[in-house]
């Protein structure tokens, strides 16, 4: 089996996981259950999480679908992208919010999508000087991390609040009387 076939195995397995992970990840914002556990989801008014829930399942679809069904292909790499943009712009919410971990999630998940844009925009099989091995070893290494994040993050305990000031535990923020 040679390089371009095994790349075309690894970027189907990862648009497959990507693609299930942003339908999971869509499908509570657009039907509003479970949102209220995600930073930075009360503070959005509920047509923009919805929209940003249409839009990760449309990315999701667009992921796997075009490529799948040989109409309109050139829609994969493209949806790569935007989900990578949705997922680095969540990336400044957990920034705000001073959750490093989850921050580092979302800039995994970014990695993956666009490490899968460059593959199916056949950048490596186009005469680049890069080996189609390269991109197999860096998606083989970000999926890896980032399912070892999300065991990590999906371990540790949850904070229970409403507020960003809540998840960033600023106690000076708070009263005498909220203390207890």
Do not use: C, Y
């Not at 648009?15 to 039907?31: C, H, N, Y």
């Amino acid at each position: 089996m040679n390089a371009m076939n095994v790349l075309n195995i690894v970027l189907w397995s990862v648009q497959g996981f990507l693609g299930l992970f942003f339908l999971a990840a869509g499908a509570p914002k657009i039907l509003g259950r479970g949102i209220e556990r995600w930073t930075g989801f009360s503070e959005l008014p509920r047509s923009q999480v919805v929209f940003i829930g249409f839009a990760e399942v449309l990315g999701a679809a667009g992921l796997v679908l075009p490529m799948a069904t040989g109409v309109l292909p050139w829609l994969t790499p493209l949806a790569a992208v935007g989900l990578a943009i949705i997922v680095l712009m969540a990336t400044g919410f957990h920034l705000r919010a001073d959750e490093r971990l989850n921050a580092v999630e979302t800039g995994l998940w970014a990695g993956i999508a666009a490490a899968v844009a460059i593959g199916r925009w056949d950048l490596v099989g186009s005469g680049a000087e890069v080996s189609p091995w390269v991109l197999v070893a860096v998606l083989v290494v970000l999926v890896a991390v980032a399912i070892i994040n999300v065991i990590v993050l999906w371990k540790r305990p949850s904070v229970q609040s409403g507020t960003l000031s809540d998840d960033r535990g600023d106690i000076h923020r708070r009263s005498a009387a909220n203390k207890v």
